[in-house]
């Protein structure tokens, strides 16, 4: 797919500028296996090995949490059946004498059924409240040790459904009658933020609440009747295609260095897919909505390639985007829903929200999967930067709706409000919205005019090679944006920023 771009290449990100250390580690499959006393190895070479655990087993530790899903899925009954092990690198620097874990599904009365867990082969009792998942570890956990977790659990599918006034934003994981979603559907260990201790906030009226560190996944989906197996779409990358497809009746996925691993599974799924340089795009949509699937197909693929060119190399090979039979849309490691709402209202032309969102939940695959942020705290880090970086596809794509975009997607709001809000101080949707997606979207014009084009995307592309596989901060932002620009632009930051430090 070519696309209308050609400038892009005057201040594109050079490619050494987007590979972070991370990328150049060791999965730990290719770990050689260990039979001997512990490491004779320096600890740069990330092959240590732990002794700590009771029964003498040598783990090798891996950068990164190692995360293995064997999903029994019983598509008619709503019903999953896991076996989840996760094996945990203490990277924390501290040792730990408990882990703590969300566990989304446990939101929803009957829905998260524990049948067994262990820490390193012993049985454990979690303690399990709302989300909030405590394990007090048998022993200290050094740092740089591992530790192995295992679950075993049943999961009840709620119905999808929109809140109600007053409720929390809890909208993916679920069922409808035409599609089963499993979205932040299995316990994981939580980011240990330094000064903060574990990143794990309550859900509130609008916006995400969870913040997540990198893991690799293993998921293997089966089916209770795998002679009639529903369409998949997941984030991960199938390991044995072609043979298998998204019909399959066994799925073997990977997903490396991925935020959060989500699955959507439907019979009536249409499947399109493009390629967008190095990443197969894939539009899910259902049949009533085939128009509206391609343009997604299209405009995801020529964001991707716009993104790609503007702030650097996107994080993983695939991305599928999902007609969702729920409100609004919500981004996942190389995936993501966005509404049967906008697929309904699609008219012929880009200038829809199917087009427009299709471009901002695929900007999240930079800003939130690979450029990771708290996001109950500090919302604004991607959600500003995925409504601005919609204006940035359309610079590339189209052009003459650049005034268009402003005025119909920010201007028609008058918005107001802080672009530091956070999910509990930003109200309901539309003044949270206001707030922090489409001030956030004028902030980053502003930053962009004082600085100038080839200053702020130079900023862009370093914010996001340096942040990259990390969880940022304000303070991260403005440190590396200052470093771009000899330009004052503390004016704009005390007008957009009610902690303008
Ligand atoms: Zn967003």
Sequence with gaps: MVYAGALAFLIACSPSSVSSPSDSLVSPSALP?????????PQATQTEFSTSAPTETLVPVPEIPQVTLDVLLDYNAHQADVIETIIYPNRTGDPLTQLVLAVEPNFWSGAFNLASASV?????????????????????????????????????????????????????????????????????????????????????????????????????????????????????V????????????????????????????????????????DVLVRSYYFPEHQPAGQAVLQASTQAVQVYSDKFGQPPHPTLSAVE??????????????????????????????????????????????????????????????????????????????????????VDSYTPKGWVDTTIYSGGKFRPYVNAVYLQGARFLRDLRTRMGDEAFFAFLCDYYSRMGGKISTKENFLT????????????????????PR
């Design 33 to 41: 296996q260990t039979s001997a006393a512990p490491s004779p190895f």
């Design 120 to 236: 390193d082969g012993n049985p454990i009792t979690p303690i399990l409240n709302d989300q909030y998942m405590e394990i007090q570890l048998p022993q200290v956990l050094a740092p740089d040790a591992a530790t192995t977790l295992n679950f075993q659990y049943t999961l009840n599918l709620p119905v999808l459904r929109s809140p109600a006034s007053g409720e929390r934003h809890l909208t993916t994981f679920g069922y409808s009658d035409r599609q089963l979603n499993l979205a932040h559907w299995y316990p994981f260990v939580v980011p240990y933020l330094p000064g903060k201790g574990w990143g794990l906030h309550d859900p509130w009226l609008s916006g995400e609440h969870l913040v997540h560190d990198l893991a690799d996944y293993t998921v293997h989906l089966h089916f209770s009747d795998p002679a009639n197996p529903p369409i998949v779409a997941a984030s991960g």
């Design 238 to 277: 199938e390991q044995e295609s072609p043979q298998v497809g998204p019909a399959s009746n066994f799925h073997h996925y990977r997903l490396q260095k991925g935020r959060a691993f989500a699955i959507s599974a439907s019979n009536e799924y249409l499947v399109s897919e493009q390629q967008a340089g």
């Design 324 to 409: 969702a039979d729920f409100d609004d849309g919500m981004e996942f490691s190389g995936l993501y829903f966005l509404s049967r709402d906008y697929y309904a209202r699609y008219d012929g032309t880009p200038q829809n929200y199917a087009t427009l969102l299709a471009a901002h939940e695929t900007a999240h695959q930079w800003w939130f999967e690979r450029v990771a942020n708290d996001q109950a705290t500090e919302p604004w880090l991607d959600e500003a930067l995925s409504t601005y970086s919609e204006y940035i596809f359309l610079e590339s794509i189209y052009p003459n709706l650049t005034n268009w975009w402003w005025s119909y997607r």
């Design 480 to 499: 590396i944006l200052r470093q771009h620009t000899s330009a004052d632009v503390s004016d704009i930051i005390a007008g957009y920023f009610q902690d």
